[in-house]
């Protein structure tokens, strides 16, 4: 196996691992870079965020208000010095952004403008257009092009991390043009492989958002955290799950039944506020666990509009206008009209909520560091424990650009006056995967299918580790996924070519979203209360007196996890209620 | 509430592996599929209940994240953004034209990488300054002028589409000039003359002969034809102030 050597190995080419890659690289000049990524960086997913990105600028504004609506819109699971770190460093990252050609959309001065977000009391959210994670992740890809320092490997299959003397020193990964293994000796590693969306059958993921990053550092011995908090999006388009933004709400569109009556103002969000003068932080735009659940309650009723594509509420936005709509949704206008045939500005387009986020992930600290030596993570498989419980929208494109950077100035850190690797213990650890590979290839008694045990996992996430969960359908999901990862022992290969063969990666993901869909269920089952995003029937309340921490899930190789608990740290907003109420008190 | 509507449907998929084939071949497989569905949603279903053998990319489907660029029915297209209810009959498949094949519709896009790092796709600044003096003002005015070409999914469309590409390989082509035209049109960036040296050669700027292919196909309307024909005018401007104008730039 052809072996590389690098300083930092970067899993991941998407907003956070070009963020971490370019400030290496500006840090440093003689560091040796390797950006290892499953697809070409601009394929990234971070491409699909469409509404854009938090950070205080504007004079009416304060960093104060930003960690109250961080620290709130989480149900008070983010750790606050997290949030305090990251509200300052966000202006600055948004600006770096700006400086390297980002085109975010301007007021008339010229200067940056900003628009209304949910769960957010001010305008803050910086944006182009509704294509703002396309243009966050082309500008810093583009912009990684003149470092001469960053070595991609692009459409390399990252497959397990090197471990030795209790420290990650490298990754084995496969050329998935020629099936070829390689081997990363680096000093230090930094994790940015994304979400796991795509455990869930209906979903705003792309295909990639199969949580290997995550995964690996799971089975590396780095707990996964807080996995059981998955966020809804209230609005997806409901055939193919496409993501509405939610400044389709910030620019004024409003959510009503069948009835027409905006609902929202029945779960906590009212009172309705005039159409097309959104209010902050209330009715359409209150949190998006709040708005989601509504929906469920909506669905129970029979206050659903019944479509083709099953059930759906209305998302109204014909009051915006076919000018402003053209300039601040596009996006939205061409996906409803393209997919669904609905002309938003002449229709209410129908909607559903899909599985959009992962708050969960590897757990790190607000160094971007992992419990394990020379392992850091940032964005969305990383659990920083800045979105606590539920993550406001446009605090995630700013979180892959503040932990991108930290991590790459950590692992800088981490590398001072390392002790000389031992390269053969690499090596025999390298040969591990070789085996691993080896033996699924060779495999002569498999009998799953690997589209058969992907599709009974995604039907046991959706069926029971929805919106509302409870006791008996968490032990069933518990159970399930158990039993399939025990299966997937036994899956089998039908291709058995070296070259870019997608039936082998696709097995492989679905055990990299496996591992990580049992320690959703498991953690979910473990959190015996309601928080953010992680509603129980059976457990309708916050219970801060013992939950009020992190849960902690800790790979046990065939066996189920085992469970813990880390304190979430408090340093100056108490748990309290959340308000969405606006004005009205 | 009508009940989605099926169809089967035929398609024609090129095949080539080279561990095994000599040449590629076409496939035909004929899938169920609901009448609203594209192209790429009748390829998952044969791959996860047909053939798990063929191969080809996919993430976002909803045509941002320029992965799924096939040829369909001839035809440059993203296979997420190719309604079937556009086709009738055989659904030919294909891998991007004027690109070498990996394996089946799985295309190398190296020549375009590599184009695109030569352009100097990113800012040079005209005037640096540190992020604590704040933003670079750019009235939306400013911003218009090249927000257009900076859409770009870089999905290779335009190539596929491109006879001049086809016939002449050095060529930059139009979405790797394109970018460099966005850049050149920013108010923030100073950097026109440092790409100047790719952008106006014969493998740049000179060689498109407006055809117009690319335009027709960007499914991000880019259009590049139109980004290179006024390219093509600030070369020649600069050009006479070089050669023909005293006291021009020597």
Redesign the interface.
Known sequence: METISTDVAIIGAGGAGLRAAIALAETDPTLRIALISKVYPMRSHTCAAEGGAAGVIKPDDSFDMHFDDTVGGGDWLSDQDCVEYFIHEAPKELLQLEHWGCPWNREADGSVAVRPFGGMKKKRTWFAADKSGFHILHTLFQTSLQFPSITRYDEYYALDLLVDDGRCQGVTAMEMRSGELRQFHAKAVIIAGGGAGRMFPFSTNGAIKTGDGMAMAYRAGAPLKDMEFVQYHPTGLPNTGSLLTEACRGEGGILVNKHGRRYLQDYGMGPETPVGQPQLKTMELGPRDRVSQAYWHELQKGNTVTTQWGECVLLDMRHLGEKKINERLPLVRELAEAYLGVDIVKDAVPIRPVVHYMMGGISTNTAAATPLPGLFAAGECACVSLNGANRLGSNSLVELLVFGRRAALSAIDHIQNLPTANTAALNARAEQTQQRISELFSRSDGTESMSGLRREMMDTMEKNVGIYRSEEGLQEGVSKIHELRQRYQRVILTDKSSVFNTDLFQALELGSMLDCAEAVTVGALARKESRGAHQRLDYVERDDKNFLCHTMVHHQGLDVPRVDYLDVVITKSPPGVRDYSGDHK | ????KERLVQLEVLRY????DTEAHFQRYEVVCQE?WVVLDALNKV???ID??L?????????????CGMMINGEPKLSC?A?LRSYEGVIRVEPLAHFPI???L?T??DDF?EK??RV????I?KEK?P?SE???????A??MK??QY?????CMLCYAACPEYGLTPDFIGPAALT?AHR?NL?S??GGRLARQEVVATHEGVWDCTFVGACSEVCPAHVDPASALQQMKITSSIDWIVEHLIPGGKS
């Open positions: 509430m009508t009940p989605l592996n080279p561990d095994t609203e791959k996860a209940d798990p053998t191969n080809f990319r996919w993430s976002c489907h909803m045509a941002v994240c320029g992965s953004h309604f990996e394996r089946d799985v190398a896009p990488m695109l790092k100097k796709p990113y800012i600044p300054k992020i704040g933003e670079y003002k750019q009235t939306p400013q911003l090249f927000r900076s859409m770009c999914i870089n970018l850049y920013d923030r960036d």
